[in-house]
Nanobody
Framework: VQLVESGGGLVQPGGSLRLSCAAS????????MSWYRQAPGKERELVASFYSAGGSTNYVDSVKGRFTISRDNAKNTVYLQMNSLKPEDTAVYYCKVTITGRDYWGQGTQVTVSS
């Protein structure tokens, strides 16, 4: 299993970024894919999930209406579109999949929101 995030960077408040997570080594379409983030000095938190069955999604309250998770099963990729970014969104963003009870993480991509 391999997860590779990309798309992070430095953006001004109010700006947008689109993160990507390319997956390999498992049947991507069968599993829930999630984005987490970890800010300095804070615990890692769940940001959004996209369920494989039915295509439902869920978000942490702080990003509802601003972030959108999506997936392309043909490309084995999950995305996180982040709009109206705030300084408090600054964190390392990770994608995660759980397969037979084991969590697999990518290496993370840094998002910094600052003027």
């Amino acid at each position: 299993v391999q997860l590779v995030e990309s798309g992070g960077g430095l953006v001004q408040p109010g700006g947008s970024l689109r993160l990507s997570c390319a997956a390999s080594g498992f049947t991507f379409s069968m599993y829930v894919m999630s984005w987490y983030r970890q800010a300095p000095g804070k615990e890692r938190e769940l940001v959004a999930s996209f369920y494989s069955a039915g295509g439902s999604t869920n978000y942490v309250d702080s990003v509802k209406g601003r972030f959108t998770i999506s997936r392309d099963n043909a490309k084995n990729t999950v995305y996180l579109q982040m709009n109206s970014l705030k300084p408090e969104d600054t964190a390392v963003y990770y994608c995660k999949v759980t397969i037979t009870g084991r969590d697999y993480w990518g290496q993370g991509t840094q998002v910094t929101v600052s003027s």
